[in-house]
């Protein structure tokens, strides 16, 4: 692993965002409108990915019936009227942050959550101050993660190899490569830790975890 890394580019749902059970709710709320089975969690983080429209197509919504912007549509209605409620940030989050930032780490967000939902939940848990920049969707379709990522890494003051990000999807993986970033993927959000493993990237099954792994790849310069 780098041993210069000065700037965390973390993901937001699932990786500081403990919405994984909620996201399961939600979709099973869908289903069940649907006549269709509900899934369990452990189904979810197993099959979930990226693009969102092929978990849909796993699922077996009919997009003859119910088109990809309606399914859409509803899951961020479900789950928005929900999620401040109902979520938390994992464990030690704040504290995480708190330490990385006092051992010379800077942080951003790079999230497929729209830009609103973003800002608002970032203000909601009281963590903005730790993030020199939001960078949110500006779909309701989680799409567009790889361009938005190398958009702001141009704006960054860091080379990508000074950067790692960090999250808990092999599509987080995919946009680390694509952006020339480290990587660091944690195992208690939307993706089951066997799938993350398959990167060969270092694995953190919690924050704690990570900030140590972290801790000792920081540099103050």
């Known amino acids: 692993m780098s041993t210069h890394y000065k700037h965390v580019i973390w993901d937001w749902n699932g990786t500081l965002l403990n919405d994984t059970t909620l996201c399961v709710e939600v979709l099973n709320g869908l289903m069940t409108r649907r ?9 979810y983080r197993q099959n979930f990915g ?5 978990f849909y197509d796993y699922l077996g919504f009919d997009t003859d019936v119910d088109s990809f912007e309606q399914i859409s549509r509803e899951f961020i209605q479900d789950y928005e009227a ?3 409620q109902e979520c938390q940030l994992h464990p030690d989050a704040v504290s995480v942050l708190s330490d990385l930032s006092a051992g ?3 942080h951003s967000v790079l999230s ?4 609103e939902a973003l800002n608002a939940g970032i203000d909601h848990f009281g963590i903005r101050k730790h993030f020199i920049g939001l960078v949110g ?10 361009a938005q990522g190398r958009n702001w890494v ?13 999250g808990d999807t092999l599509h987080d993986f995919e946009v680390a490569q694509a952006i020339g ?11 089951a830790s066997d799938r993350l493993v398959e990167t060969g990237v270092p694995i953190a099954h919690s924050l704690r975890e990570l900030a140590q792994l972290l801790n000792t790849n920081a540099t103050t310069d």
């Open 35 to 43: 006549g269709r089975a509900a899934i369990s969690n452990e189904e």
């Open 181 to 191: 970033a480290g990587c660091i993927l944690l195992g208690h959000g939307h993706h």
């Open 154 to 166: 141009e704006q960054l003051d860091w080379r990508p190899d000074e950067i790692v990000l960090v």
């Open 137 to 146: 969707a500006d779909n309701i379709y989680a799409e567009g993660k790889i």
């Open 104 to 106: 010379g780490m800077s």
């Open 82 to 84: 929900r999620w401040f």
């Open 50 to 54: 990226f693009p969102v429209v092929h």
């Open 112 to 115: 497929a959550a729209k830009q």
